[in-house]
Antibody
């Protein structure tokens, strides 16, 4: 059974930093690109970031580019999202997501974690 | 960037009725790489349909997807109580991957 379990969310002040982690199991982690998708309170879904299976290629939405860094450890089956210079508009539930296809782009998402909430507020 | 517009924003129906949800793209979606998701309150989204019309294993056959190019439809033949939720479309034919704004199917 595929499982994605996020952790690390919480309350942070504007300008602060937070590191999200995702622990994956139940599939061959090192052959799939992995992704982060977020959802602001009462809003729709926003594609945030992705990383190739080997970690050598990454993608960031314009809204987070330069502030967020995605990384993975294939030896531990973990995915991270380092978030810095956080803004109130980054407030959202952050989902760790597995792509249905192995490549970074051109994929839909067949498994989602339960999400970890991030609140940016003073 | 491909913008996906979902309509209607809210659909009020009764259990047993048919639901028809629309997703319109601002430009043609390459290879009809269009997916549909179901999101119940407080839950993560769940993939229903990929490639515009392919149902994920385990998804009931009352769900069906159709369409091509810029116009796509998700149909639910007979609404069950668990179908009252928000539905999102997503295109993955070109970068950046984008989602529609969602359609809420609520109980009348």
């Amino acid at each position: 059974e595929v499982q994605l379990v996020e952790s690390g969310g919480g309350l942070v002040q504007p300008g602060g930093s937070l590191r999200l982690s995702c622990s994956a199991s139940g599939f061959t982690f090192n052959i799939f690109a992995m992704h982060w998708v977020r959802q602001a309170p009462g809003k729709g879904l926003e594609y945030v970031s992705a990383i190739a299976s080997n970690g050598l290629s990454t993608y960031y939405a314009d809204s987070v580019n330069g502030r967020f860094t995605i990384s993975r450890d294939n030896s531990k089956n973990t995915l991270d999202l380092q978030m810095s210079s956080l803004r109130p508009e980054d407030t959202a539930v952050y989902y760790c997501v597995k792509g249905r296809d192995v490549i970074v782009g051109s994929t839909c998402f067949d498994y989602w974690g339960q999400g970890t909430p991030v609140t940016v507020s003073s | 960037e491909i913008v996906l517009t979902q309509s209607p924003a809210t659909l009020s129906l009764s259990p047993g009725e048919r639901a028809t949800l629309s997703c319109r793209a601002s430009q043609s979606v390459s290879r009809n790489q269009l997916a549909w998701y179901h999101q119940a309150p407080g839950q993560a989204p769940r993939l229903l349909i990929y490639g515009a019309s392919n149902r994920v294993t385990g998804i009931p056959d009352r769900f069906s997807g159709s369409g091509s190019g810029t116009d796509f439809t998700l149909s639910i033949s007979r609404l069950e109580p668990e179908d009252f939720a928000v539905y999102y479309c997503q295109q993955y034919g070109s970068s950046p991957l984008t989602f529609g704004g969602g359609t809420k199917v609520e109980m009348k």
